[in-house]
């Protein structure tokens, strides 16, 4: 892993030089599913293993609490995301792995709330977890949106996600933290987008 070699300052050059070889185009087309969904009050599931399960329970809590204001949260004034990780329910979750397999345990989840139109982010390093493929396959089949976070080669993830943002790096930790990044970036880009700010402001969205 780069950590184990490259002192800090420039591991972290090399975190930005990575940042900056994303697809920005896909990560557009994300925000644009995001948007869409709190438009049209559909749900966004987000499912991932280990470290990026952890990546999966935050941007659900993120899209659910930090896209929308305090004050609106409190009042009712504007409508909040419907955003859930199916890694974060865990006697649910050890249940499904311990009776019917952990390749199972989002799939199934998924089977019970999702519906067409709903948009599921798989998060897997090496794109080649069973049970985010399991997932994938299902929700595509289920006219839901699926769109993939990978790393290393993408696996089999990037071969059968609809959409997705690939980082070709084979360090899991650097993958894992720019996964991260793009998580806080749809936050701010979706806030910004809902209550007209920044660069989607009355004054820039004419000439968007």
């Given amino acids: 892993m780069l950590g184990e070699t490259l002192e800090p300052k420039v591991y972290f050059d090399r975190l930005a030089e990575e ?10 087309t994300l925000s644009d599913w995001l948007y869409d969904a709190w438009e049209h ?6 499912c991932g293993n280990g470290g990026s ?6 941007l659900a809590q993120d899209l659910a609490k930090g896209v929308i204001r305090e004050e ?14 199916l890694a974060a329910n865990i006697s649910w979750f050890s249940a499904l792995g311990n009776d019917l397999g952990y390749d199972q345990v989002f799939v199934q989840q998924l089977a019970n709330y999702g519906s067409s139109g709903d948009v599921l982010i798989a998060i897997s390093g090496s794109g080649n977890s069973p049970n ?18 990978t790393g290393f080669d993408g696996g089999k993830l990037k071969q059968i996600q609809q959409a997705g943002l690939h980082v070709p790096l084979d360090d899991m930790e650097m993958v894992e933290s720019i996964h991260s990044c793009v998580c806080h970036w749809l936050v701010d880009d979706l806030r910004a987008r809902i209550y007209r700010t920044g660069r989607y402001a009355a004054s820039a969205w004419g000439t968007r």
């Fill in 132 to 149: 985010i493929l399991e997932a994938v396959e299902w929700a595509n089949s289920h006219g839901l949106k699926t769109y993939g976070l």
């Fill in 72 to 85: 609106d949260l409190r009042t009712d004034r504007r409508r909040g995301f419907r955003s859930v990780s």
């Fill in 41 to 46: 009050r559909r749900w966004v599931f987000v």
């Fill in 19 to 28: 940042l900056g070889k994303l697809d920005l185009a896909a990560l557009a």
């Fill in 53 to 58: 399960a952890a990546t999966a329970n935050h």
